[in-house]
């Protein structure tokens, strides 16, 4: 019994390593979010994105996924047209990055928009100029 208390005790104390989740947020707070969250050495590991309903405009919506940076994992994520992502994923593959994660949706106006989010193993930082953006 004095076991199990204690291994209940050293749970509890331990910090948490879950992952923590945005809910549904706009453009401006997922950018937001995602320059805070690089700063305090998290990544963004799980992204969805659909069509912002409480907008006025055609806007996006996003629900991030987020843990810690312990191995220093470089990430990056777009937002934008599903022809324009495509092209981002020949981009980034060509720069190292695996496709983590890709979310497709139609707006109401019939545009067809994608969310895509990838890593790359190595020092996370700044990425050199002709590569792609580390802020988002």
């Known amino acids: 019994m004095r076991t199990m208390i204690f291994l209940l005790g050293m749970a509890i104390a ?7 989740s945005s809910g549904w947020i706009d453009t401006e707070a997922a950018e937001k ?3 805070e969250m690089r700063a305090a050495e998290m ?3 799980d992204l969805d994105c659909r ?3 409480t907008a006025a405009a055609e806007r996006t919506a996003f629900l991030m996924t987020w843990e810690e940076n312990t191995d220093k994992r470089q ?3 777009r937002e934008a ?9 020949h981009e980034f593959a060509g720069k190292g990055f695996k496709l983590v994660k890709e979310h497709s949706f139609t707006m109401p106006s019939g545009k067809k928009r994608s969310c895509a989010l990838w890593h790359r193993k ?3 930082g700044a990425l050199a100029p ?6 988002r």
């Open 122 to 124: 190595g020092a996370a």
């Open 130 to 135: 002709n590569q792609p953006r580390s802020d």
């Open 51 to 53: 069509p912002d309903e």
């Open 81 to 89: 047209a599903a022809a324009v992502v495509k092209d981002y994923k």
């Open 14 to 20: 331990m910090p948490s390593f879950a992952a923590t």
């Open 43 to 45: 990544r963004l590991i």
């Open 75 to 77: 990430w990056s994520w």
């Open 33 to 35: 979010m995602a320059k």
